[in-house]
C-alpha cells in the first residue's frame, strides 16, 4: 500500500479530508527549524498519549494508541505537514482540551478517571460533530478535536502496532481474493 492509499482509506475511517495530506503526500515540506523536532513539551505529547489512548485504548486483543506513541507521531505530522495556521488551532485545542478538563473536574486531562476521560471527549466529539454547521465564517475550518481523532486514528493504524496487532497482517500476501468472508468478531486486514 502507497501513502496515497493509506491515507485514502484512513480518511474514509474518519469520514472526510485529512488535515496535513498535502505535504504528506508530496514528501516537501519546509524546511523545519531546529525547534520543530520539539514542536510540542514533554506534558503535551504526553497529554497526546492519553487522549490518543481514550480515542483506542488497549484491548486484550490488542494494545492502544500510547503504546504506539501517537504523541510522537503527531508531534512530527503537525509540525511537519500542517500549515502555521493549523498549528495554532491544534495547539490551542489542546489547551482548551485541558481547561475544559479542569473546569469541569478540577484536574487536568491526564489525571482524570477512565470513564471521566470517556465523557469529555465525547462530548468534544458532539461538539466536533455539529462544528461545521454551526460555524461563524470567520472560525476555523475544523475542530481541534477533529484533528486530534484523524492523527490518532491514522496514526495508530499506519504504526507497526496497529498494522501487526490490530489488524491482520501478511507481510508478503499471496494471491489476490476480492471477496474473503469476513467472520464475526474477526479482525480486519491491515
Known amino acids: 500500500m502507497n501513502r496515497r492509499e493509506a491515507l485514502s482509506a484512513v480518511s474514509f ?26 514542536f510540542f513539551s514533554a506534558n503535551e505529547i504526553a497529554l497526546l498519549d492519553e487522549v490518543g489512548e ?18 510522537k507521531f503527531m508531534n512530527s505530522i503537525v509540525a511537519d505537514c500542517y500549515s502555521p495556521g493549523e498549528q495554532k488551532i491544534f495547539k490551542d485545542g489542546l489547551t482548551k482540551l485541558d481547561d475544559t478538563s479542569r473546569s469541569k473536574y478540577d484536574k487536568n486531562f491526564v489525571r482524570l478517571s477512565a470513564d471521566e476521560k470517556h465523557d469529555l471527549l465525547l462530548g468534544l466529539d458532539g461538539e466536533a460533530a455539529n462544528w461545521s454547521h454551526a460555524r461563524n465564517p470567520d472560525d476555523p475550518e475544523t475542530h481541534y ?13 499506519s504504526s ?15 494471491r489476490w481474493e476480492p471477496c474473503v468472508p469476513l467472520q464475526p468478531g474477526e479482525k480486519a486486514w491491515g
Open 13 to 38: 475511517l474518519v469520514g472526510g479530508t485529512i488535515i496535513g495530506a498535502e505535504a504528506f503526500l508530496s514528501g516537501c515540506s519546509k524546511p523545519a527549524p531546529a525547534t520543530q523536532s520539539g
Open 54 to 71: 481514550t480515542i483506542l485504548p488497549t484491548t486484550p486483543s490488542s494494545p492502544g494508541a500510547k503504546e504506539a506513541e501517537i504523541g
Open 145 to 157: 478535536y477533529s484533528m486530534l481523532k484523524q492523527l490518532t486514528i491514522w496514526g495508530y493504524f
Open 160 to 174: 507497526e502496532i496497529g498494522a501487526t496487532k490490530a489488524l491482520r497482517h501478511v507481510a508478503v500476501p499471496g
